[in-house]
């Protein structure tokens, strides 16, 4: 297996700490038509020793990011993924966190939520960032072609790679497009020397990490819009387990994958043995049962992720979503840059 530059994060032990810095190094899924998320070179973080020492300086002292996560380790794994993102452009030296979670109404009526307004150090412009991530299953038959993001399913089947696009597309990055939007981003600014408040102009970008899961048994292509270095792992029926497992190398150890910790793979010396981790699997594919992630690790640093699935998956797939369909909500004409903004974004 090529190493993968997520090795960087190795240097890291805390639990917390390495998930923040997998954030930080994970490649996006998806090239959208939008700029993708904040370099390394935006956040301040661009020379290796730099960004060692910030990841060794919150090894030491992890506590002000265990307070920013606090209680959405219990909670839905993208709440987690927010409050990473919320704590890296609090924290990095190159941007200044602005707001989260930012509700925008009209009357009485909640039209959506901003994930995420900074700004970079030295440049008062805000920046709308929306957040999200995926860990998709591929189908080898289903909706539209073999390419369609609609054959990308998650490990429940409630969603896809297609509608989450779609979503993201037409709805929560159009959000500031919207009057009240643009009202709500004013207030935050800071008043100019004059007393009165800069325009809301604003750049919106989009970091949608995650890991694509190809099915072991079957040739399938890329999705449509997928980056040439996106995560991969693979993904098997419980019936073909011993079958895959019989043509590991000897000393492949493995481990379980638990929500929300699917994104920094654990450190070898977390591994347990193959058979030891086969016995958990049989116990729980031993009556109907949710997929499962976990990681296999081979001796000379070989990483892969696995999602294995019970016989009968998937039990649901959603529908493709309707393309031709209109943003969630009326927009206004947009003052600030094109939806294709360029990347100096």
């Not at 904040?38 to 020492?53: F, Y």
Request: hydrophobic share 40%; with cysteine.
């Amino acid at each position: 297996m090529i190493p993968s530059p997520l090795d960087l994060l190795d240097r890291c032990h805390d639990p917390l700490v390495r998930d923040l810095a997998w954030v930080l190094l994970a490649p996006d899924l998806l090239d959208m038509p939008w700029t993708g998320r904040p370099t390394r070179a935006e956040l301040g973080l661009a020379d290796d020793a730099a960004l060692a020492g910030w990841l060794d300086a919150l090894e030491a002292n992890p506590d002000a990011l265990a307070h920013r996560i606090g209680a959405t380790l219990r909670g839905r794994m993208g709440l987690y993924h927010e409050c990473l993102w919320q704590f890296l452009l609090e924290t990095a030296p190159g941007t200044r966190l602005l707001a989260h979670n930012l509700r925008i109404h009209r009357d009485k009526v909640t039209l959506g939520e901003l994930d995420l307004l900074y700004r970079h150090r030295g440049d008062p412009t805000p920046v709308h960032l929306e957040v999200a991530i995926k860990f998709y299953l591929g189908l080898p038959e289903g909706p539209g072609a073999p390419s369609d993001q609609a054959r990308w399913i998650g490990p429940g089947g409630a969603d896809s790679l297609a509608t989450k696009r779609e979503h993201l597309h037409q709805h929560q990055l159009r959000l500031t497009e919207t009057i009240e939007a643009r009202e709500a981003i004013r207030a935050l600014m800071q008043p100019d020397m004059s007393g009165t408040r800069r325009a809301p102009a604003l750049h919106r970008r989009l970091a949608i990490p995650g890991v694509l899961f190809y099915p072991w048994h079957t040739h399938l292509p890329p999705p449509e819009e997928a980056t040439v270095d996106h995560l991969r792992g693979t993904w098997l029926f419980w019936r073909d387990w011993r079958r895959f497992r019989d043509g590991l190398p000897r000393g492949t150890r493995g481990a379980w994958l638990h929500k929300p910790h699917w994104f920094a793979l654990p450190r070898p010396g977390d591994l347990l043995p193959l058979r030891e981790l086969e016995s958990q699997l049989a116990q729980h594919f031993g009556q109907p049962a949710p997929p499962v992630q976990i990681m296999l690790g081979r001796r000379g640093g070989g990483k892969q992720r696995l999602f294995l699935v019970d016989d009968d998956w998937p039990r649901q797939i959603p529908l493709p979503p309707n393309r031709d369909a209109r943003p969630a909500h009326p927009v206004a004409p947009s003052s600030g840059p094109s939806s294709r903004s360029s990347s100096a974004d």
